[in-house]
């Protein structure tokens, strides 16, 4: 099974800031300190990783069938996990990912209206490869549909006591390979968003301690 990396979270806690709901922005007069910025992009990363995480594992388990069985029982559930994939787990996991990107383009809209050049760049280069982490697991989960329906296609013939044909081995192989790739690509974003994130937070933590 690949495992997608951690995020970097933060160990500040900035109890002066209050937020009421995940996608709530806070005005720009709010957000001249890296310390509320931060604030802000973790409340984003908390609530959508909570549950992208636990559904790319969930993708992952499914998609990571074995191809070799021969017990009917297991052909079985593996269609029906491949249909709870697509009509559960790929729409709920792709919902929370738009909302995040969502929230973190309004988000980006005020940071450009920030005075303070440091704070400013660093908020940019934060919510822009945070912006692409969203991408690259958007990404992915587009490979995971692409992956379902093959697999789909392969448990179908096992299933009907055939042997799939050269063709279908030859596409099954092309798309483990291509799945990793992919996955590779997200924990890549994954490390440069963790590299931006934890500039940003160890700025919010100078500025504490001023």
Same mark, same amino acid.
């Given at each position: /099974?690949?495992?997608?990396?951690?995020?970097?979270?933060?160990?500040?806690?900035?109890?002066?800031?209050?937020?009421?709901?995940?996608?709530?922005?806070?005005?720009?007069?709010?957000?001249?300190?890296?310390?509320?910025?931060?604030?802000?992009?973790?409340?984003?990363?908390?609530?959508?990783?909570? =549950?992208?995480?636990?559904?790319? =594992?969930?993708?992952?388990?499914?998609?990571?069938?074995?191809?070799?069985?021969?017990?009917?029982?297991? /052909?079985?559930?593996?269609?029906?996990?491949?249909?709870?994939?697509?009509?559960?787990? =790929? *729409?709920?996991?792709?919902? =929370?990912?738009? &909302?995040? #990107?969502?929230?973190?383009?309004?988000?980006?809209?005020?940071?450009?209206?920030?005075?303070?050049?440091?704070?400013?760049?660093?908020?940019?280069?934060?919510?822009?490869?945070?912006?692409?982490?969203?991408?690259?697991?958007?990404?992915?989960?587009?490979?995971? #549909?692409?992956?379902?329906?093959?697999?789909?296609?392969?448990?179908?013939?096992?299933?009907?006591?055939?042997? *799939?044909?050269?063709?279908?081995?030859?596409?099954?192989?092309?798309?483990?390979? &291509?799945?990793?790739?992919?996955?590779?690509?997200?924990?890549?974003?994954?490390?440069?968003?963790?590299?931006?994130?934890?500039?940003?937070?160890?700025?919010?933590?100078?500025?504490?301690?001023?």
């Amino acid at each position: /099974m690949n495992v997608r990396k951690k995020l970097w979270i933060s160990v500040f806690i900035f109890s002066f800031i209050l937020l009421v709901g995940c996608s709530e922005v806070k005005e720009v007069k709010d957000m001249y300190t890296a310390s509320t910025l931060s604030d802000q992009i973790q409340k984003i990363m908390d609530q959508a990783d909570s =549950i992208a995480k636990k559904d790319q =594992i969930e993708v992952d388990k499914i998609l990571a069938a074995d191809s070799n069985t021969t017990d009917k029982k297991k /052909m079985e559930q593996a269609l029906a996990d491949f249909d709870r994939l697509d009509t559960k787990i =790929i *729409p709920a996991y792709e919902k =929370i990912l738009n &909302q995040a #990107k969502a929230d973190l383009q309004k988000l980006q809209g005020s940071v450009t209206k920030i005075n303070a050049k440091e704070v400013k760049a660093l908020g940019d280069s934060t919510i822009n490869s945070y912006l692409k982490m969203i991408d690259a697991e958007l990404a992915y989960i587009a490979q995971a #549909k692409k992956s379902s329906a093959l697999q789909r296609d392969f448990f179908t013939t096992l299933q009907k006591g055939n042997e *799939p044909t050269n063709a279908q081995i030859d596409s099954y192989n092309q798309d483990i390979v &291509q799945y990793n790739k992919v996955f590779d690509s997200l924990n890549a974003s994954i490390d440069s968003f963790n590299a931006d994130w934890q500039k940003l937070v160890q700025k919010a933590g100078a500025e504490l301690q001023q």
